[in-house]
């Protein structure tokens, strides 16, 4: 651990020194702010649409931190060949891995919580304003709702920690963690899909069906940490469920950091 907290620290500095983390930041207050205007024009469905664009926003806020400001934290170090001095120190390339990672997961953690509060901000002047149209509105789903997407953003983390130990440019990483983000949140609606055909008697080819068999085991289904309708619609989820999908973004969290920390110690530096 005294290893790894000041590898952590000096990754939430240059993080700090980021501008995109910025323009992320004031993207979403600005979203937050059109959210009341949009919230105004919605009707009877006030609530719906201010809670799932509160947590959309706090959402595609974070993404777009994973993106654009983790990955190239992890990018720059090889870029600019810095590795090579803090590797030249007793640290080991796990250590390094794992102190960078939980660097990243405190700077999502920072921006969630800076983001959050204006959300639930927004939130709560709408419900003051239009109390009449928030007849389901649970405050704990909605931090339930922001902590499954914390989970989520520290999950595609990892993977662009994966991915970064073994790929030759930022892009091949960034490109290959958008696509684990599409894939992850479209895997159980393509795997439903799928098997409907099958009940129906539709033609579904063999190869398809292995291919999204093999991505459904594969690659994150981010779909369970997805609960903005359930939040929207004031609907309860069991404890059971909760700990559950915890646990799952646990253990693949867990396992994508153990395999890049793994890959990483066998990396040639060019």
Known sequence: MTVLW?????TIKEGIRNRAIYGISLFALLLLGLNLLIANMAAHDVGKVAVDMALSTISFSGLLVVLFVG???MAKDLDKKTIYMVLSKPISRSEYII???FGIVLILFSTIAFISIFACACLFVLKAGYATYFPQFSWSLVFLGIFFILITLILLSALSFL????????FITL????LSYLIGQSL???KALIE???????AVSPITIQVVNVAYYLFPNLSFFDIKTQVAHGVSIPVPTILWTVLYGFVYTSLAITAASLIFRKKEFS
């Open 99 to 101: 102190g960078k990672f």
């Open 163 to 170: 991915f970064s130990s073994f790929s030759s440019t930022s």
């Open 6 to 10: 000041p590898i952590a620290v000096i």
């Open 196 to 202: 409907t055909s099958r009940i129906t008697g539709a």
């Open 188 to 190: 159980s609606d393509i």
């Open 71 to 73: 990955i190239n934290l």
């Open 175 to 178: 490109v290959l963690t958008i």
